[in-house]
Structure formats: C-alpha cells, structure tokens
C-alpha cells in the first residue's frame, strides 16, 4: 500500500497554500480552499483528503455552512478549532457581501430591494430554523439607513411589537420602510397572520408620515421570495 503522506511533504507544485501564492485564490478548488482553513488533517488523512471528505458528504459549501459550530465539530475529524475556522471563513464570505451591499446609494424599484435585502438579511436567513423579523429604514430619498432586528421566534412565528417598530422608525428618523422575514419551511407564500400584521405596521407608520414600501418574505432562494408591493397587496 502507498504510504500517506502530510501535505507539507508534497512537492511544491501541489501544496495548497504554496498553490494559492503562485497562481492565485481564484484558480483553487474548493477542496483545496477549504484544506488551507481546516489546516491540518488527522492521522491517516490530509487536510485535502477531509475537504473533499467534507464536500462529498455535503455536496456544497451552504450545506456546510448550515451547520452551527457544534454541529460542525462534531464530524469527525473537524473538532473545535476546525469548526471554528470553517464558520469564521464563512462569517467574512457574508460580511464581504454586506459591506458592499450598505454602499447602495439609492433603492429605486422592486427588483433593486429584493436584490439588497436578499444579499444582506437573505444570506444570513435563507437556512435559518427560526423566524426572524427585520426592518429596513430609509431616509427621503430612499437611501437605507439602517437594517434592523425587531424580533426572533419559533419555527413558523416571531412574536413582533408593532408600537416597537414605530417607536423605532420615529427615533431613527425614518421616510419609509421595508418589512423583511423569513420563512423556515421555504415557502414563502403570506400567512393570514403576515397579512393582518402588515396591515397593523402599515396603519400605525401611516399616523406619524412613514411609509411602508414593502414586505418580503425571505425564502432558500432569491427566485422564491415574496413582495407585498409587487403582488399588490400593500
């Protein structure tokens, strides 16, 4: 049988890290990404050997990223620290998104805000077990402010304050804002209760000049998501 041999006593050529320096992040796979992360692997197995173990069993890096730290050190041969760095590399995948995604200017039609809270609330809510609800703030001109959590829930339901969102949007000295939560079973059609509880916050902004633009429903995927405005229920 061959013996195993640890990565660092590859040739060069075929090192990941050494591969990344000279021909570039971009021109890895994925197995080979995720071996620079993981580091190191456990006895009888490479580090590459776990990435593609891990792929494998998976099938896809958002696979991979719906499980929480303790799921993910459980696996064996991922442990703590390995867990720990995979969610970290995840965790600045999505803050990169984030932070370009704050840079829009201007939100000027559907389609444009589907886009900016898919990239923003979606990635971080698409997978998630629990409901949560978010609000986006806009000024006059309809320039976000500020993305902000009201509340967090069940599986299907998320307890929500209707006077905290006005008490909110008041201070934060909004124009007019965008309802946004997710539906963990991934359908994203408005329950009875989403409809009241759009109608309540929709009156009760209307009171002190602010306007509810839209409320999307967050589903796995940006194609499944559902508008309030474009389905003219607002």
Known sequence: MWEKIPIKKWIKEER????LFEKGPE???????????????????????????LLNKFGSLR???KLDAKELSKIKGVGFSKAAQLKA????????????????KKITSLDQALDYIFETNGIYLRDKEKEYF????LNTKNMPLENILISSGTYNAAAVDVKEIVKTASL???AS????????????????????????IKNA???????????????KNKTDSFSFARSGML
Request: charged share 30%.
């Open 134 to 137: 978010y609000i986006l703030l």
């Open 16 to 19: 990941p890290r050494e591969m």
């Open 172 to 174: 934060k000295n909004a």
């Open 63 to 65: 696979e991979i990223d």
């Open 27 to 53: 021109n890895l796979s994925l197995t080979k990404l995720i071996a620079i992360i993981l580091r190191t692997g456990i006895k009888g197995k490479s580090a590459e050997e776990l990435a593609l173990e």
């Open 205 to 219: 902004l209307e009171i002190i000049n602010i306007r509810v633009l839209d409320h999307i429903i967050i589903g």
């Open 177 to 200: 804002v965008i309802l946004i939560h997710n539906h963990p079973s991934g359908e994203t059609e408005p329950s009875k209760n989403d409809i009241e509880l759009t109608k309540k």
């Open 89 to 104: 590399a995840f965790e600045l995948g999505k803050r990169l998104v984030w932070e370009e995604k704050k840079k829009t």
